[in-house]
């Protein structure tokens, strides 16, 4: 099947490369110049596992190509739309970028060719959706390329009667193409009763994973989307204050969470604490569906309290390295290791560690950041973060070491060297990564979120 990617960041390759593996020829759309040259050369622009030996196979295999040409390729089956829907100055997701994308296709397309929707939307998406395939067609050409092509379309230029599908992902980065080969669930919703039969088809190329479908209305699957999400937010906030709790009473938080997982209705996944959660995904949709909730006058205070948690969380953190030093922070110097928003993946958009950052700055301290891949996204996206090259550079003259992403790189670190270059004597691991024994052995002080400070008797 001939299919056609609009997006080439994480879940627009994502996708691309899972269906080009399932025998599927799959042609990419990006209007980033560099970064189609850089995939139509075989390599990735992104860190993610296993992603540059796929891209790179599936250039020389001819069942991945890459384009800015923004027309979709003669005998296309499915296009599907990967555009971000960032969130707005109101808080909501904006849609205005997959309207735009959809509502091109809607006039490039034969009037048969569902348009499939990967990005994640709003609870308004699907009406939002609607509209964009309603509306007049934005460029005559692509109207007169769909009429050649054999696509009835209407007085306005727009395909009447277009499928229009909405199928959001569930991977995680740092293991997208392992969740897109073995997902948990390949959801798809239908935006009008008679674009079932079409998403049914869609849903046959998921087939060879073997995975449960849900095939449902558009309306329930985005809730479901926005919901999944949300709910991992929650369980995270809600370790992540059991931790603070731990601290409170000197009670071990890993016990805690271990035996409320052992329950088959709680799960154990997403119940280790730390610096709060980050990514492109859980802050904006739990903001999100919060300024949703309001928008409709409805009182729903567990959706409105999550990503307050989340803040309020790392603000607590940020006290609590302040009360371990004797002079405070204000005029202290902090080194923060870790600066992606999770291990494994250069992405630092929402990034606990770029939050603790900008908490401790506005606590009067000084701040030196150190990722093994992230410093350069960081730095730019923070442009009052200085970076060092390695963990010992960003400890030179530091009264604190703060561990803000679980890289387990950072459980081999050179103590001693660590030491030696510090000016105090206090690590604060949020992750509980480190070693604790060879911390305490070169001579500092060891503190984790959620643990007691000394082993017990």
């Known amino acids: 099947m001939e299919l056609f990617v609009v997006g080439a960041g994480y879940v627009g390759l994502t996708t691309a490369v899972g269906f080009s593996q399932l025998g599927h020829r799959v042609t990419v759309h990006d209007i980033d110049v560099a970064r189609v040259a850089t995939l139509a050369a075989g390599r990735s622009p992104i860190l993610e596992a ?55 296709l809607a006039v490039s397309l034969p009037a048969h060719v569902p348009i499939v929707v990967r990005s994640t939307l709003p609870l308004h998406g699907p009406d939002r959706l609607e509209a964009a395939t309603a509306a007049p067609g934005k460029r005559a050409n692509a109207a007169t390329a769909a009429t050649a092509a054999g696509g009835a379309t ?213 701040v030196i950041g150190f990722d093994p891949v992230a410093n350069e996204a960081a730095a730019r996206a923070d442009a009052d973060l200085a970076v060092a090259p390695s963990a010992v550079a960003a400890a030179a003259g530091v009264d604190a070491v703060v561990v803000a992403t679980e890289w387990p790189a950072f459980a081999e670190l050179d103590w001693a060297a660590i030491k030696a270059a510090m000016r105090g004597d206090l690590v604060y691991d949020t992750r509980r990564i480190l070693a604790p024994d060879a911390v305490r052995a070169a001579g500092l002080r060891y503190r984790a979120l959620g643990k007691p400070a000394e082993a017990r008797p």
């Not at 296993?50 to 599936?58: F, P, S, V």
């Open 50 to 104: 296993g992603m540059d030996g796929a891209i790179a196979a599936g250039v020389a295999a001819g069942t991945l190509a890459f384009t800015t040409e923004p027309e979709p390729p003669r005998g296309t089956s499915a296009a599907i739309v990967c555009v971000p829907t960032p969130a707005g100055s109101d808080g909501l997701l904006d849609t205005s970028i997959v309207e735009a994308v959809v509502g091109s």
């Open 154 to 366: 209407d007085a306005s230029g727009a395909a009447p009667g277009r499928p229009v599908i909405v199928n959001p992902e569930f991977m995680r980065e740092g293991r997208a193409l392992a969740d897109f080969a073995a997902p948990s669930r390949v959801v798809i919703g239908y935006l009008r009763e008679s674009d079932r039969e079409a998403a049914g088809a869609f849903a046959e190329l998921y087939a060879p994973l073997g995975a449960p479908l849900v095939l449902a209305d558009a309306r329930s699957v985005v809730l479901l989307k926005l919901a999944s999400n949300v709910y991992l937010g929650l369980k995270v906030a809600f370790a992540d204050e059991l931790a603070r709790l731990a601290d409170a009473i000197g009670a071990d938080v890993s016990v805690v969470a271990d035996g409320i997982g052992m329950d088959p209705r709680i799960g154990r996944s997403f119940l280790d604490s730390g610096p709060g959660f980050g990514g492109s995904c859980l802050p904006e949709q739990a903001a999100a569906i919060a300024v949703e909730a309001g928008s409709r006058d409805l009182e729903a205070p567990i959706l409105q309290a999550v990503w307050p948690s989340n803040r309020t969380h790392q603000a607590q953190l940020v006290a609590t390295v302040g009360s371990l030093l004797p002079a405070g922070l204000d005029g202290a110097r902090v080194a923060l290791l870790g600066l992606a928003f999770k291990a494994n993946t250069d992405d630092v958009r929402h990034s606990p560690g770029l939050a603790l950052a900008a908490e401790l700055r506005a606590a009067g301290a000084t």
